[in-house]
């Protein structure tokens, strides 16, 4: 049974950081590209950031670049997030996602599953 637990979410200050981790289970995690989607309140769900099945290469929406790095952890099935000089802006819901598409298609289309997990919450806010 395929089970997204995404963990690491919180309050913090406007350029703080936090880390996010997405432990994945009942499918091959080695085998899919993976990304990260977040929703803001009365908002539809963004993609943010996703990344190739062996982990070396990564793509970003453009509010986020140069502040967030994805990364993965073939071995231990978990995905991460690290979100560097957090704005007010990255309040959301952040869930990880099995990619439907290959992730080099992310910035221009629709590429994830609507499969998520509970998601967790990151809050900017002073």
């Known amino acids: 049974q395929l089970q997204l637990v995404e963990s690491g979410g919180g309050l913090v200050q406007p350029g703080g950081s936090l880390r996010l981790s997405c432990a994945a289970s009942?499918?091959?995690?080695?085998?899919?590209?993976m990304s990260w989607v977040r929703q803001a309140p009365g908002k539809g769900p963004e993609w943010v950031s996703g990344?190739?099945?062996?982990?070396?290469?990564?793509y970003y929406t453009d509010s986020v670049k140069g502040r967030f790095t994805i990364s993965r952890d073939n071995a231990k099935s978990t995905l991460y997030l690290v979100m560097n000089s957090l704005k007010p802006e990255d309040t959301a819901l952040y869930y990880c996602?099995?990619?439907?598409?290959?992730?080099?298609?992310?910035?221009?289309?629709?590429?994830?599953?609507?499969?998520w997990g509970q998601g967790t919450q990151v809050t900017v806010s002073s």
């Open positions: 996602t099995r990619n439907a598409l290959p992730v080099e298609f992310c910035p221009v289309t629709s590429c994830y599953e609507s499969h």
């Open positions: 009942g499918f091959t995690f080695d085998s899919v590209d």
């Open positions: 990344i190739n099945r062996g982990g070396d290469s990564t």
